[in-house]
C-alpha cells in the first residue's frame, strides 16, 4: 500500500473532484489521468517493444500483448531469447509469471495501476512534480495520437513524450530522457488492434505447472514508516529528498540471511531504491567493473547494471544501497542526504 | 452530414484483423461515434461468438489415461533408478577412501568458516530485481523483462 502526505491526497481529492464536477477540467489532465488509467472497455491486441539505453549497455524487450477488458492481460515474450516463449498473465491485481522452461508459474500480488486509490496518489505525486504540455498531434501506426510532453518542475526539463491514441487514449508510445536530454527507453506498440473481445482461453493458465508463490522478492510491501519500526535494526532516512521525491513503498527482504530494508522512492515518474542492513555485508560488484568514490567522507562503489545504476556505501554503522534509472547525479545527492547529524 | 459508412464485408474484415494500419484507425474511430454501424459490429460479434461456442462443445477431450499409455508403451520398460546403479557400481574399497576424503573436506570447511567474520557478498542482481518487483507497480513503470522470469532459483 503506498504512503502519501495529506497534502498529496488532498490535491489528488480535489483533481478528481474536479473533473467529476466540472466539465471544463484541463483537458491536458484529463489526458494524463486516462492515458494513467486502464481503459474499462477497450480489448486489444498488438506488439510492444521495450528499450533501456545505460551509458555502457542496453536491454529490448519484446512481447506481443492481448488485452481483453476490463482487467485480463497477457504478455508473451519473444525476446530476448532468455524469454522467448514466456509469458505473464495478469487479472487485476494478481499477477501470473508462467515459465515453461521450468514449468512453473510464480504468482504475485501487484498494485493494479490506474485503479481507484492507487490512481489517485500516482497522479497526485506526479502533478506535483511535472507539468503537462501538450504538442499537438500527428499519425502514428495509421493512428491519429496526441503528443503531450511532462515537464519536470525542478530541471525545466522534457523527461516524458507520450503519444497517446486520440480515440482509445492508450499510451501507443513513450520515451523517458535524462536531464542532459539523451533518450533512457523508451515503450513502443506496434500494430495495436481493437477487438470487440478475445476467448477466455486466451487467458488460461497451463495445467500440469506447479504454482509457486512469488514471495521472494519481499511482498508485501507497506507503509515506509511501519516497515522502518519493524526492521529489527535501527533503520535511517535521508534528511531531506531533492526534486520532490517521497517515499512511496517499503517491506524487508533477506539475502543469505542479511535482512535488509528496502525504500522505494518516486517523484511520480522516475524511481530509485534504498536498500539499508545491519550485518556486515558488501556489494559483489566486480563483474560490473564498478567505480571507487567518496560518499559523506566513505569509500563507495558505482556500477552499472545496464540501465540501472547502483551506489554502495557504508557509515560504519549501516550499509547502503541505492539503485535507480535517475543518474550518478541524483544517487550522490541521496546518498548525502544519508550522512550522520 | 455525408458521412460513408462501411459495409458489412469491412465489418467483418475490421473485426478479423484484416483492414491496413490506418484503414484499422479509421475504422475504429467511425465506430466508436456511429451506433448504426456498431449494431452491425455487435451483431457480426454475437454470430461469431455463437459459432465459437459450437466449436468448442463438439470438441472431444482424449479418454482418461490414454496419453500415460501411449507415453509409457514408448519409453519401453522401466530403467533402474540413479541410486541403484550408483550402488551397484560401489564396493566397499572404494566407500572407505572415499568417505574419509568427506570428512576431511567437512571438518577444514567448518574451521575456514568459523574463523573471522566475513561480510556476506550481496550480487547486484539481488538489488536490481527487488528494485524492479517493487517499482514495476508505479504508473509508467518500465516494462522490461518480468523479475519472475528472469531470475534464477539461486537468487534469492
Redesign the interface.
Known amino acids: 500500500m503506498k504512503r502519501l502526505s495529506g497534502a498529496a491526497l488532498a490535491l489528488a481529492a480535489t483533481s478528481f473532484a474536479f473533473a467529476g464536477a466540472h466539465p471544463a477540467v484541463d483537458p491536458m489532465d484529463a489526458l494524463l489521468l486516462s492515458a494513467?488509467s486502464t481503459p474499462p472497455n477497450v480489448s486489444y491486441?498488438g506488439t510492444?517493444e521495450?528499450l533501456?539505453i545505460g551509458n555502457h549497455a542496453a536491454?529490448a524487450?519484446v512481447f506481443r500483448v492481448e488485452h481483453r477488458a476490463p482487467n485480463f492481460t497477457r504478455?508473451s515474450?519473444t525476446a530476448?531469447g532468455?524469454?522467448n516463449g514466456?509469458s505473464?498473465l495478469s487479472e487485476g491485481r494478481l499477477v501470473f509469471?508462467i515459465?515453461p522452461k521450468?514449468r512453473r508459474i510464480?504468482e504475485?500480488e501487484?498494485?493494479a495501476?490506474?485503479d481507484g486509490a492507487?490512481?489517485g496518489s500516482?497522479?497526485a505525486l506526479?502533478r506535483r512534480n511535472y507539468r503537462v504540455v501538450g504538442s499537438g498531434s500527428e499519425?502514428f501506426?495509421?493512428?491519429?495520437v496526441l503528443d503531450v510532453s511532462l515537464i519536470n518542475d525542478y530541471s525545466g526539463k522534457r523527461t516524458?513524450t507520450m503519444r497517446i491514441d486520440?480515440?482509445?487514449k492508450i499510451?501507443l508510445d513513450?520515451q523517458?530522457f535524462a536531464a542532459d536530454g539523451a533518450l533512457v527507453?523508451e515503450?513502443r506498440f506496434e500494430?495495436i488492434?481493437?477487438?470487440?473481445?478475445l476467448?477466455p482461453s486466451d487467458f488460461a493458465l497451463p495445467t500440469g505447472y506447479a504454482l509457486v508463490h512469488?514471495a521472494?522478492?519481499?511482498?508485501p510491501?507497506g507503509a515506509p514508516d511501519r516497515v522502518m519500526r519493524s526492521a529489527g535494526f535501527a533503520a535511517r532516512e535521508p534528511r531531506t529528498l531533492a526534486e520532490g521525491f517521497a517515499p512511496?513503498?517499503a517491506?524487508l527482504?533477506?539475502?543469505?540471511?542479511?535482512r535488509t530494508l528496502?525504500l522505494?522512492y518516486?517523484d511520480?515518474?522516475r524511481?530509485v531504491?534504498l536498500?539499508e542492513n545491519a550485518?556486515?555485508?558488501?556489494?559483489?560488484?566486480a563483474r560490473?567493473q564498478p567505480e571507487t568514490m567518496s560518499v559523506n567522507g566513505a569509500s563507495a562503489l558505482y556500477?552499472e547494471?545496464g540501465p540501472?545504476a547502483?551506489l554502495a556505501w557504508s557509515d560504519g554503522t549501516l550499509h547502503y544501497?541505492l539503485?535507480?534509472?535517475v543518474g550518478l547525479v541524483n544517487l550522490r545527492h541521496l546518498a548525502q542526504a544519508m550522512e550522520k547529524p | 452530414m455525408n458521412e460513408t459508412h462501411p459495409n458489412i464485408d469491412r465489418i467483418v474484415d475490421y473485426?478479423h484483423?484484416e483492414l491496413?494500419?490506418?484503414?484499422?484507425?479509421a475504422m475504429?474511430?467511425h465506430l466508436?461515434g456511429c451506433s448504426s454501424c456498431e449494431e452491425l459490429?455487435?451483431e457480426e460479434?454475437a454470430i461469431t461468438?455463437t459459432l465459437?461456442a459450437h466449436a468448442r462443445a463438439g470438441e472431444r477431450e482424449l479418454p482418461v489415461g490414454l496419453t500415460a499409455r501411449i507415453r509409457a508403451a514408448a519409453e519401453g520398460p522401466p530403467q533402474a533408478s540413479l541410486w541403484e546403479r550408483l550402488r551397484a557400481g560401489l564396493s566397499p574399497a572404494l566407500i572407505l577412501p572415499a568417505a574419509a576424503a568427506i570428512a576431511i573436506v567437512l571438518y577444514f570447511g567448518f574451521a575456514t568458516r568459523h574463523g573471522a567474520?566475513?561480510?556476506?557478498?550481496?550480487?547486484?542482481?539481488?538489488?536490481?530485481?527487488?528494485?524492479?518487483?517493487?517499482?514495476?507497480?508505479?504508473?509508467?513503470?518500465?516494462?522490461?523483462?518480468?523479475?519472475?522470469?528472469?531470475?534464477s532459483?539461486e537468487t534469492?
Open positions: 494513467m491486441t510492444v521495450v533501456h536491454e524487450t504478455r515474450y530476448p532468455a524469454l514466456d505473464v509469471s515459465d521450468r510464480v504475485r501487484g498494485n495501476t490506474g492507487t490512481l500516482d497522479y506526479l499519425t501506426d495509421g493512428r491519429r516524458m486520440a480515440v482509445s499510451v513513450r523517458i527507453s515503450v500494430a488492434r481493437y477487438v470487440p473481445g476467448p512469488g521472494t522478492f519481499g511482498e510491501y512511496i513503498d517491506t527482504v533477506e539475502y543469505h540471511g542479511v528496502h522505494l518516486s511520480g515518474l524511481t531504491s536498500f550485518q556486515a555485508s558488501t556489494l559483489d560488484a560490473l556500477a547494471d540501472t547502483l544501497t539503485v535507480g534509472e | 473485426l484483423g491496413t494500419a490506418a484503414e484499422d484507425a475504429h474511430a466508436a459490429r455487435a460479434v461468438e465459437r567474520p566475513l561480510a556476506t557478498a550481496i550480487d547486484p542482481s539481488f538489488y536490481v530485481r527487488n528494485h524492479a518487483a517493487m517499482a514495476a507497480s508505479t504508473p509508467f513503470s518500465q516494462d522490461g523483462a518480468p523479475v519472475e522470469l528472469t531470475s532459483d534469492p
